[in-house]
C-alpha cells in the first residue's frame, strides 16, 4: 500500500528554526511535493523534490533521500503567519499525488 | 490574474436535492481536478480531466458527476446529496496530468448535507 508518516502535531516558537519530517512508501516515486494549508483555506505550493539533496528557497529548504523514503521541510526565523499544515506529497509511478493529513504547526510567541 | 474560482463559498443543502460545484481558472491549464477534504484526512480526489472532452474517476468518485465541455470550466455535481457529502470541496488545475506538475488550487467551497 501507499503510506505517508508526518508528526500531527507540532509546536514551535517565534523566530527559531523547526523540521518537520516525512516518510513515505509509494508504488514508483516520481518526486515529491510539499504544500502550505492555513486553517480554512486552500493548499498552496512550497517546493518540489525529485533528486536527493537540499533545495533552499528563502526561509524554508525541502530535503529528500529517495533510498530512505525521507523528505524534510525546513522552516527558518519563524514568524507568526507560519502557523498552517505542512503537506507531504509524494508521487508515485502514475504521477499520482499522494496526499496525507499533513503536520499541523503551531506557532508560539 | 484571478488563477482558480470557484462558486459558491459555501452552502446548507437539504439531503436529497441536487447541487453543482462551479470552478473556473484563466491559466490555460489542460488538467483539472476535484477533491474533497475531510477533517483529519488527507485530500481525496474525486475526479478529474486530463484535457477538455475527457474526464476520468478518482478515489472516490460515486455520487458525484464531472463535464469539461471547454478548458476553463469543471463543475462538479451532486445528483442527489447525502450528509456523508458534507465537506469541503477543493478544485485544481495544473499545466499536465501525468507528469511532475505543480497543481494549484481555488479557495474552496464548503458544503453542509442536512
Known amino acids: 500500500g501507499q503510506n505517508i508518516d508526518q508528526p500531527t502535531e507540532m509546536t514551535a516558537t517565534e523566530g527559531a528554526i523547526v523540521q518537520i519530517n516525512c516518510t513515505y512508501q509509494t508504488s514508483g516515486f516520481n518526486g515529491l511535493f510539499w504544500y502550505q494549508q492555513h486553517a480554512g483555506e486552500a493548499p498552496t505550493f512550497l517546493s518540489y523534490?525529485?533528486l536527493d539533496g537540499l533545495e533552499e528557497k528563502g526561509r524554508f529548504s525541502s530535503f529528500l533521500s529517495r533510498s530512505k523514503g525521507y523528505s524534510y521541510l525546513l522552516l527558518k526565523e519563524l514568524q507568526m503567519k507560519d502557523s498552517a499544515s505542512y503537506l507531504c506529497?509524494?508521487?508515485?509511478?502514475?504521477?499520482?499525488?499522494?496526499w496525507g493529513a499533513g503536520t499541523k504547526l503551531i506557532i508560539k510567541p | 490574474t484571478a488563477g482558480i474560482t470557484q462558486a459558491p463559498t459555501s452552502q446548507i443543502l437539504a439531503a436529497g436535492r441536487s447541487m453543482t460545484l462551479r470552478c473556473t481558472q484563466d491559466m490555460r491549464h489542460n488538467a483539472m481536478y476535484w477533491y474533497r477534504q475531510d477533517l483529519g484526512l488527507g485530500l481525496r480526489l474525486i475526479h478529474y480531466?486530463?484535457?477538455?472532452?475527457?474526464?476520468g474517476k478518482g478515489e472516490v468518485p460515486d455520487g458525484y458527476s464531472v463535464s469539461r465541455a471547454n478548458t476553463d470550466d469543471f463543475p462538479l455535481t451532486l445528483a442527489s446529496a447525502v450528509p456523508s457529502q458534507t465537506s469541503v470541496y477543493f478544485c485544481?488545475?495544473?499545466?499536465?496530468?501525468?507528469?511532475?506538475?505543480?497543481?494549484?488550487f481555488g479557495p474552496g467551497t464548503r458544503l453542509t448535507v442536512l
Open positions: 485544481a488545475s495544473s499545466d499536465n496530468r501525468g507528469q511532475a506538475d505543480t497543481q494549484y
Open positions: 506529497v509524494p508521487l508515485d509511478s502514475n504521477y499520482q499525488l499522494i
Open positions: 523534490n525529485v
Open positions: 480531466s486530463n484535457t477538455a472532452g475527457t474526464t
